[in-house]
T-cell receptor, first 115, second 111 residues
Framework: DTEVTQTPKHLVMGMTNKKSLKCEQH?????MYWYKQKAKKPPELMFV???????INESVPSRFSPECPNSSLLNLHLHALQPEDSALYLC??????????????FGPGTRLTVL | SQQGEEDPQALSIQEGENATMNCSYK?????LQWYRQNSGRGLVHLIL?????REKHSGRLRVTLDTSKKSSSLLITASRAADTASYFC???????????FGKGNQVVVIP
């Protein structure tokens, strides 16, 4: 199984809502990532988990809260978002060994719209 | 952080033609990778070239890397309509799990 799955595919939420994005992989990867991608822009790294511990937080606002319950799952909890947070949110995973050939496998993304 | 930058950013070609896109970056790298993204979907890894390599092939893909100029190129030969996508280069430093993506190239292959 070389797939990263993400749910939901689409999400519309109000600025006062609380929602969560979910990501799952069963490749035995030990590094997992959240990216944010605006239209016609490259992905921007948000968070990196390595061996279930948060290793990189790219100065993301606290209204985004990541969680890694186990080595296969990654969540992104959303609260009090702003309309400018509307974007495609991509999850990725990699072996996480830090080797020079460590490539990332991406999920299909969650299209988030904040009203 | 490092940032790859591709030039040109939009390319429209006829099926069967070759497509070439470039990427430049600013600092030393461990490796450089190319990814493809179909509209509104996740990214798919295409090819990785290490800093000590100059050229690499994978099927219809050819990647070159010039570390002295801090640049890379991706060539897709005999393009197909299915190659229509955005192509991003991404650079990586040793072991930090942090990829920096370039601006991307939008390639449209006309059947």
């Amino acid at each position: 199984d070389t797939e990263v799955t993400q749910t939901p595919k689409h999400l519309v939420m109000g600025m006062t809502n609380k929602k969560s994005l979910k990501c799952e992989q069963h490749m035995g990867h030990r590094a997992m990532y959240w990216y944010k991608q605006k239209a016609k822009k490259p992905p921007e790294l948000m968070f990196v988990y390595s061996y279930e511990k948060l290793s990189i937080n790219e100065s993301v606002p606290s209204r985004f809260s990541p969680e890694c319950p186990n080595s296969s799952l990654l969540n992104l909890h959303l609260h009090a978002l702003q309309p400018e947070d509307s974007a495609l949110y991509l999850c990725a995973s990699s072996q996480g060994t830090g080797a020079s050939t460590d490539t990332q496998y991406f999920g299909p993304g969650t299209r988030l719209t904040v009203l | 952080s490092q940032q790859g930058e591709e030039d040109p950013q939009a390319l429209s070609i006829q099926e069967g033609e070759n497509a070439t896109m470039n990427c430049s970056y600013k600092t030393s790298i461990n490796n450089l990778q190319w990814y493809r993204q179909n509209s509104g979907r996740g990214l798919v890894h295409l090819i990785l070239i290490r800093s000590n390599e100059r050229e690499k092939h994978s099927g219809r893909l050819r990647v070159t890397l010039d570390t002295s100029k801090k640049s890379s190129s991706l060539l897709i030969t005999a393009s197909r309509a299915a190659d229509t996508a955005s192509y991003f280069c991404a650079t990586d430093s040793y072991g930090n799990n942090r990829l920096a993506f370039g601006k991307g190239n939008q390639v449209v292959v006309i059947p």
